[in-house]
DNA sequence: GTTTATTGATGCGTGGATTGCATCATGCGG
DNA sequence: CCGCATGATGCAATCCACGCATCAATAAAC
């Protein structure tokens, strides 16, 4: 066992405690009786009271040594599962991947890429976290997640960032609204409607991303009401008063008392990236975006 | 923590794990920045994989250092403890003395010397064990007790032995017995009477012991009954089945039912020795024989 | 943008520590 | 009384861990 370099003179009193013998212990040791001789004394003068009793016939351990020995017996063994346990993490063999997601990502690409993840690796350890685009960077810097699936685009020169889907955006409406009628709906038809948008605690960067993609069309929104609840917010426009806006992931998810239909404008998309920090070349994280960006598109 | 030498390069991860910085792990260590950076260098090289990721700016544990620090944190405290532990033992602070006993040293002498031990050394254990003086011999050699109260004398150039008592024996007798009339006890009265003796398993050295000391004066010993239970021997003697012989120390503990007579002569007395290994230099036996020896002779 | 300070890593020379070999003193078994 | 085993020790060679000085990289200060 070569990981245990550091715990000679402990490792070497064990062995002299088990054998009561020092040419044998030194043997076992692959050392010279005489330098294994002086360890022990070496190590009887650091703690300062003598551990075993020699005569040149007889070792015997002193009432000191066998509780030394009994304290430390496991001490060794336990060290060796740690650096075992240390070994299976850093080849990848178990492991903890903590993930960060927002609401985009937790109806379909974080489930599948999270269960694809735990059925090819059964040992690795999957730690899920609902945080927004924003709370995902600060806990990404803390290191308080190795992996986030954020709002993209995203760049940082420390970080790595994969596009997982780029997808249209949806106009999303009460059932029987006049906007169902259109064959195209552009995002100038978005400008006359109520619309029922979550508030910017809640929907934090993708309210900012509207704002800009509609005003880069000259378009001003009419905001009708304000939600913090997403159940709440389809509730609302499925009860007419107005519409709102998600990307087409969510749309499969949306229930059977509204309709969505896609704005067909090449800025009008929602991106999801997955972003992990440059410097985490743990395999486990290495091995989930492996797999999370391997799932094929929908 | 002097102690601790040879477990430097696990308790600098440590440090360093927690710090997060060398320069003030090395401080806290008391050496170099540089000499820390190269043990944990050693230390990863040596695991085979990396603890810390750092760059100029930044120390951070790597999953396997994180999984590392988490199963060894302790394990230099358990290791501080263990050497406490000890160290207190090789003081004579704590610890455990194991004291064998024989019969005759059952009632007084073992129980006054244990009660005073106790009250003057409380952090020290004592552990009592009841075997025979040819039993204690093999205990003694085989390290099982540490001290023994056996029928003396007893010499040996291994063991220390002390005489703490030399007492006459008495003739035990049923109430009423004609021997009570006799102003003095000799060895040759006793050459009429029946005896109820121990059988030799039960007895061993004592019963030896009598027959060499009648067979001296040319006694013979007429054995009407062997008994191998004390309170039995003595119930057999109220009976009036005859008489026993038994050394002063156990005659208060005769009850009420039997007389007793000291025999006068000179050879006719028991000697208890305590006896221990010269190798067995721990202070706690030192303290046991010490209080032993300086109980007051009855 | 330039400077300054701080980070961890590294080249190097030194001194203490550790090793193996040979040998010693001691005690057991024949 | 003589081997044979034990653990301890003298000694020289070697190793290796240390501190000093310095480097490259980078963040902070101006």
Known sequence: ?????????????????????????????????SALSRRIQKLEALLGFRLLERTT???????????????????LTRYDASVAAARRVAEGKSGLVRIGYMAFAAT????????????????????LRYIRTQGQKIALANDE?????????????EYHAVTLTDEPLYAVTPRAHPLLHR????????????????????????????????????????????????????GLVAAGLGITIYPESLIGALGRNVEARPIHHP????????????????????????????????
Do not use: C
Request: hydrophobic share 45%; no cysteine.
């Open 1 to 33: 066992m070569a990981g245990r370099t550091g715990l000679e003179m402990l490792d070497s009193f064990l062995v002299v405690a088990e054998e009561l013998n020092f040419r044998r212990s030194a043997e076992r040791l692959g050392l010279d009786q």
């Open 57 to 75: 016939r007889e070792v015997a351990l002193t009432q000191a040594g066998r509780v030394f020995y009994q304290e430390n017996a496991h001490l």
């Open 108 to 127: 379909e690409l974080m489930p599948m890429a999270v269960a694809r993840f735990r059925q090819s690796h059964p040992h690795i350890e999957t730690e």
């Open 145 to 157: 997640i190795d992996a986030g699936y954020m709002i993209g685009p995203f760049e940082h020169s």
């Open 183 to 234: 064959t195209a709906i552009t995002p100038a038809d978005i400008a006359g409607q109520d619309l029922i948008l979550g508030d910017l605690r809640e929907w934090g960067e993708y309210r900012w991303r509207l704002n800009d993609m509609f005003s880069a069309e000259g378009v001003a929104l009419k905001v009708r009401v304000e939600a913090s609840n997403t159940l709440a917010l389809i």
């Open 267 to 298: 800025a009008f998309r929602s991106r999801t990236v997955l972003v992990w920090k440059r410097t985490n070349r743990s395999p486990q994280v290495r091995a989930f975006v492996d797999t999370a960006r391997s799932l094929p598109p929908r």
